[in-house]
């Protein structure tokens, strides 16, 4: 028996029809072809679908969709603005914080999150920010050295 | 002016807006109209017996397309290496494992597909497994393959020099035993793929490998097509660490599926499935012993392996001789004797991992190193000092050491590190160790015997003359293979990056071996050289012709051409190109001639230019059994020194800080380098810290998931200090050689050493958690009480 549910996504309102058992991963990915958001293991593990709902990183593999019903999504694919990278995405980008980049969606919304609420936050504080997102590649060192440049440039921005 | 324009910068990676704006598509997110998804079903017992398979309650289950086991699929017999052939897709007459594939199905959609394999009915006469590998050799054990008595998959026996009489004329042998614990890669995108048969009988598989050429062959031969009529195309990957270097049973089912139902089929491992699936770093037991002299001078090593394979080879038979042969290097020995087993039992086939077969004899060594400094009386910085090869040495087995930066990457973790204030002088709980290693720059041989080319390389210029278009079988999966032959085709045609596009990991452009042996820099590096100078040179030539002068007068760099350093009189070309181009928005300007046309010119005289390079590396290696595996065309080596905290009454490990110095011949990238430096050192420290497959009495997994199997995270990772130690590499492409594994060697030893320093424990068995070191800080006192 599938629900009606209505909720933003990126700032744009999606209607949908889910079954009870749907995840809001697989809404976003299957249903809206929103393949930015990663599957890594779907148990909440690996924080690859990180996603940012009423303005906090939620694993999307553990939220069902109908729990979304209602709520303002932002997915990856919402940062960038008309194709001017987020400053978070410059960051990733410049300071090699991406190898893979299987990972980067959900660390990138992960670290965008703690910005929101923290916009200069030490290093301990972005370590314990993005520990939920795990990633084999860089050993983090160039994600946190993104997420202090992000954290400049974000606040630089506001300043002047 | 610096030697290189584009070579030997930080320039960002070209896939990095892509992949940080979610645009990049890897296997799983890509999906054709009417395809069908995939589903497969997976021995529940660790050996046994199969009676009866029987899958007509699937086949009736709505929504079913086609179930495939060893019936229909055949038992052709594959693996890695053709000397060990010892899988068949599916089981037929045993499952050896739990895990085993059986049979697999394509249904419309996934649930329906996993649905029908539970309605599949197997019968088993389950036979007595065996899960240890020391239980494994024993008389009477459980035999798992018919073929290899006493479950023995692969032995190497080598000596070089005369070991016993060497360990006679030593000062001092001491002797050490080191144990670890089975990894998983956990790379954190599971292996997806998505197959396609068109209706003239060829098949399309877009899939999450490190190897579409090793790939495609496989698959030609298991599913009896000719290797033209396969084409195996990469998308992005999120990552491989070696598992995913080799064709997996799911990207066999699912062009078997597709071939049966003429729909195109999508399959993904669940995370549970990807540490079924495994191939991922053996368990290693290791005894070795090191003879030396008073003064500390190194003399002979003796070295015995055993290996936990698994149920099937895999890369198994490479790995069990690179155990042996990397100790050959980065320090002098006379003599070195090696022996080595590798094990069946009935668990998930161990294959290549990041620092394939070396890691963990490494770990042992450099242990043992520290162990002999100490009863020497030695710094192990100055007994490592003392030992080390330089450039030009050749090791007791045959290994040449083309280029060796050991020395400065020693003396840049030294330094770095403040190592002479902090040796020695640290309080209890406090320490600080020191390891080094070397590694491959891609593996001499294919991993099947052949005369290949190991890459080929064509570039394709526009036809405007502005853009450069690599194409390359090679395999983006993260490290930035793509970047580094940007930047290499960059450097050599004389233009800018932005001018150059990438279009790799297809079967369909070029031959390329793939990402694994750390090989692509160099190897691909080398054929995108030659495929981007045959191009300049034929540039050269048509201006020589037009200009009137010698060829060799001309020079490119940052997308300008120069005639004896000079803009010279190339105004009746530029007219000409404008002219051939009116009501274009970006007419060439500027003082100079640019790349832009003169490579229009020589399209005009000869139409579509392209360019090819290949390389393969010259014959290396001894004429012993095995000496194939160790050679190389050249080797990276790396120091690391780690400082570390223990709490003495909890066991309670934390790593402070991380000194890293690779030699990586000219870095091409400087960012990408720091970065696999970074990210081997994080590796090593899960396997030395927390990382372990564990396994219950009846060979079923217990913590196949990444909540329970522990990978570092941000918080586990201390600030890395990354130095990067550029020696000049004669046989790499503008002397450049491997970072991606090296860089891994030292890490799991120098934490140790750490250890040892910190606590006066020392650990010969991975991983090190608090109850470990708790355990041995609790045998310690009570051996000194006593």
């Given amino acids: ?160 | 002016m610096s030697e290189f324009s584009v070579i030997n910068t930080r320039a960002p990676r070209l896939d990095g807006p892509a992949k940080a704006t979610g645009k990049a598509k890897y296997a799983d997110d890509l999906s054709i109209p009417g395809m069908l998804h995939g589903a497969i079903l997976q021995s529940p017992i660790a050996h046994g017996r199969i009676l009866h398979i029987d899958t007509s309650r699937a086949l009736k289950l709505p929504g079913v397309k086609a179930v495939v086991t060893a019936k229909e699929a055949g038992l052709i017999k594959y693996g890695v290496s053709p000397a060990r052939y010892d899988e068949t897709l599916y089981a037929h007459d045993k499952v050896r494992y739990v895990g085993d594939e059986i049979a697999a199905v394509a249904a419309v959609d996934p649930a329906t597909a996993q649905e029908a394999t539970g309605l599949i009915k197997v019968d088993y006469e389950e036979l007595p497994a065996v899960f240890d590998m020391f239980e494994a050799m024993k008389e009477g054990a459980p035999l798992i393959h018919d073929e290899f008595p006493g479950n023995m998959n692969a032995e190497v026996h080598q000596e070089f020099s005369d070991t016993d009489g060497a360990m006679a004329a030593c000062d001092l042998v001491v002797d050490h035993t080191f144990l670890n614990k089975r990894q998983d890669a956990a790379f954190i995108e599971p292996h997806s793929c998505l197959a396609v048969f068109d209706s003239d009988g060829r098949l399309t598989l877009h899939t999450s490998t490190q190897v579409p050429h090793y790939v495609m062959r496989t698959l030609a031969m298991v599913l009896r097509i000719p290797v033209g009529n396969v084409r195996v195309v990469k998308p992005y990957v999120g990552g491989g660490f070696g598992p995913k270097c080799e064709a997996t049973p799911l990207e066999m089912s699912a062009a078997f599926l597709a071939r049966m139902t003429g729909k195109p089929v999508k399959m993904t491992y669940s995370r549970e499935q990807v540490f079924l699936h495994s191939r991922a770093r053996h368990q290693f037991y290791a005894e070795m012993s090191l003879g030396v002299m008073k003064d500390g001078t190194m003399v002979a090593v003796r070295n015995k392996a055993i290996l936990d394979g698994g149920a099937y080879t895999s890369f198994g038979i490479a790995t069990v001789y690179y155990s042996g042969s990397l100790l050959g290097g980065p320090y002098n020995l006379k003599a070195m004797k090696y022996d080595g087993y590798r094990v069946y039992t009935n668990k998930p086939a161990c294959g290549a991992q990041r620092g394939h077969g070396g890691v963990v004899h490494r770990a042992a060594f450099e242990q043992l190193i520290d162990l002999t400094a100490e009863k020497l009386g030695i710094d192990p910085v100055e007994i490592r000092l003392k030992n080390i090869m330089q450039a030009g040495d050749i090791t007791v087995n045959d290994l040449n050491m083309s280029s060796l930066g050991m020395k400065e990457c020693i003396e840049a973790v030294r330094d770095g590190s403040d190592w002479k204030n902090k040796k020695g002088k640290l309080p209890k709980g406090k320490g600080i160790g020191m390891a080094c290693g070397f590694f491959v720059s891609g593996a001499g041989y294919p991993i099947y015997r052949s005369d290949t080319y190991h890459s080929t390389v064509v570039i394709k210029m526009s036809e405007d003359g502005g853009t450069a278009t690599v194409l390359t079988g090679s395999a983006e999966i993260g490290q930035g293979s793509d970047t580094i032959v940007a930047m290499i085709a960059a450097e050599t045609l004389g233009i800018t990056l932005d001018n150059v596009r990438v279009v790799s990991g297809d079967t369909d452009l070029s031959v390329d071996l793939g990402a694994y042996s750390s090989r692509q820099t160099l190897m691909t590096g080398h054929a995108t050289k030659e495929a981007a100078e045959q191009i300049r040179t034929r540039i050269a030539e048509v201006l020589s012709e037009e200009m009137g002068c010698e060829p060799s007068s001309i020079t490119f760099r940052d997308g300008i051409v120069m005639f004896d350093g000079k803009p010279g009189n190339f105004e009746k070309l530029r007219s000409s190109y404008i002219k051939e181009h009116r009501g274009w928005t970006d007419p060439p300007t500027g003082d100079y001639l640019t790349f832009r046309e003169a490579a229009r010119l020589a399209y005009l005289k000869g139409g579509t230019m392209v360019g090819t390079g290949k390389y393969k590396p010259p014959k290396l290696g001894g004429a012993y059994k095995g000496a194939a595996v160790g050679t190389s065309p050249a080797y990276g080596c790396s120091a690391q020194i780690v400082e570390v905290s223990v709490d003495m009454d909890t066991g309670e490990i934390t790593i402070d800080k991380m000194t890293d110095a690779h030699d990586c011949g000219l870095a091409i990238n400087r960012t990408l380098v720091e970065g696999q430096m970074q990210g081997s050192l994080s590796m090593g420290l899960g396997e030395c810290l927390f990382e372990e497959v564990k396994f219950d009495s009846r060979g079923r997994i217990l913590n196949p998931s990444l909540g329970e199997y522990r990978i570092p995270t941000s918080l586990d990772m201390p600030s890395v200090k990354s130095i990067i130690v550029e020696s000049r590499e004669p046989n790499g492409p503008y002397g450049a050689k491997e970072v991606g594994e090296g860089a891994i060697m030292p890490t799991i030893p120098a934490i140790l050493n750490a250890l040892y320093d910190a606590t006066g424990a020392r650990i010969n068995e991975l991983p090190v958690t608090s109850e470990r070191l708790y355990l041995a800080l609790q045998k310690n006192k009570t051996e000194q009480n006593l």
Avoid: W
């Avoid at chain 1, 300071?95 to 703690?114: D, E, H, R, V």
């Fill in chain 1, 1 to 160: 028996m599938k629900t009606i549910i209505n909720l933003i996504v990126n700032d744009q309102p999606v209607e949908a029809a889910v079954e009870p058992n749907r995840t809001l991963l697989q809404l976003l990915r299957e249903d809206l072809g929103l393949t930015g958001t990663k599957h890594g293991c779907g148990l909440g593990d690996c924080g690859a679908c990180t996603i940012i709902m009423d303005g906090q990183p939620v694993n999307s593999c553990l939220v069902l969709a109908v729990q979304a019903n209602g709520r303002e999504v932002l997915t990856i694919e919402g940062l960038a603005d008309n194709g001017k990278l987020h400053p978070i995405q410059q960051a990733f980008v410049d300071n090699g914080a991406i190898q893979c980049g299987f990972c980067t969606p959900g660390m990138i919304l992960s670290a965008k999150a703690l910005l929101d609420e923290n916009p200069r936050p030490t290093e301990n504080e972005i370590r314990t920010a993005i520990s939920g997102n795990l990633c084999r590649c860089t050993g983090y060192q160039k994600i946190v050295e993104a997420v202090q440049e992000a954290a400049k440039s974000i606040d630089g921005t506001e300043v002047s």
